[in-house]
């Protein structure tokens, strides 16, 4: 197996980037000219031809319901592991339905499995499977309403690995995609976005001031473990001026991570941060910035 393979599931769904429209129009109309043509020599033989499409279709489709049934349960089952710190689970889960054959399936858990690998610290990889799902699996992203998504997650690994070029690439392109159906997170997940890059660049009055503008929405918008990382970086950017200390420490007051490591992410390759953690107890005491948290699985 290949270091590609390794880092990246494998792909078995059938690709949805640019062109997947025409070519599934194309496919039923050669399997429509077919039937015309056989109808128009032998009406018997295509009444018998039309009957194994439905049949194939009728089974197809009981298959498919079958499989998203079980894989709801699965998702489920993989972002409660997430959120109580259960990475190894989450990432076993997301791997191993991101080989599904159905490209919804494969693009909602190779999304997903890209968020546990940022989680684990797996910056660079986290990139890859991302980029990798934009590739294969653009229509199906869009259908699930994670396109413009996909691009602000992109923006945030970049930032947090100090790529601030590619992070502003990816945000311009998510401003881009705001038009496409969107999760109602989307919103927030910018904003974090643009608040690390903000940072990362020296620009901490900003990302407070709009963190804080914000915040009532974003508090609404998103689940507490995905909100306790954007008050981190909030608390950051008004940490930055010491006359602010005092609020930046009210800001962490709910913010105490909800199992070790939590917030190691943010620190993995952003020196500031991981002393920021440090500094304020919120970085797990076995971690080292840079090096991965979760426990390696093998894909």
Not at 22 to 50: E, F, N
Not at 71 to 86: K, M, Q, V, W, Y
Not at 161 to 185: H, T, W, Y
């Amino acid at each position: 197996m290949t270091d590609a393979l390794e880092r990246i599931p494998e792909s078995r769904a059938t690709r949805t980037n640019k062109g997947f429209a025409v070519r599934q129009v194309g496919s039923w109309i050669v399997i429509g000219a077919a039937g015309a043509s056989l109808y128009s020599v032998a009406p018997l033989a295509a009444g018998v031809y039309a009957g194994v499409i439905v049949i194939v279709i009728a089974v197809t489709s009981i298959s498919i319901h079958r499989q998203f049934r079980r894989f709801i349960a699965a998702n489920s089952e993989g972002i409660t592991a997430l959120a109580r710190g259960e990475l190894k689970k989450a990432r076993q889960i997301f791997w191993r339905w991101s080989t599904s054959r159905s490209p919804r399936i494969a693009a909602v858990s190779r999304h997903n499995l890209a968020w546990v690998l940022m989680r684990q610290c797996e910056l660079k990889q986290a990139i890859e499977v991302l980029t990798d799902n934009e590739e294969e699996n653009t229509g199906a992203l869009k259908a699930v309403a994670l396109f413009p998504t996909s691009a602000v997650d992109l923006a945030l690994c970049h930032a947090l690995l100090g790529d601030l070029v590619a992070a502003e690439k990816c945000i311009a392109d998510a401003e881009v995609r705001a038009s496409e159906l969107s999760n109602p997170s989307f919103k927030a997940a910018k904003a974090f976005a643009r608040a690390v890059v903000d940072c990362r660049a020296g620009r901490h009055v900003e990302a407070a001031r709009m963190l804080e503008e914000g915040w009532p929405e974003f508090e609404s918008m998103l689940t507490g473990d995905n909100l306790r990382p954007v008050r981190v970086v909030r608390a950051f950017a008004i940490a930055a001026n010491p006359r602010n200390v005092g609020l930046a420490e009210t800001v962490l007051g709910t913010s105490r991570s909800n199992y070790p490591g939590e917030f190691d992410f943010l620190g993995a390759a952003w020196p500031e941060m991981s002393t920021f953690l440090a500094t304020h107890n919120l970085s797990s005491s076995h971690h080292r910035a840079g090096e991965p948290i979760g426990e390696q699985v093998d894909g």
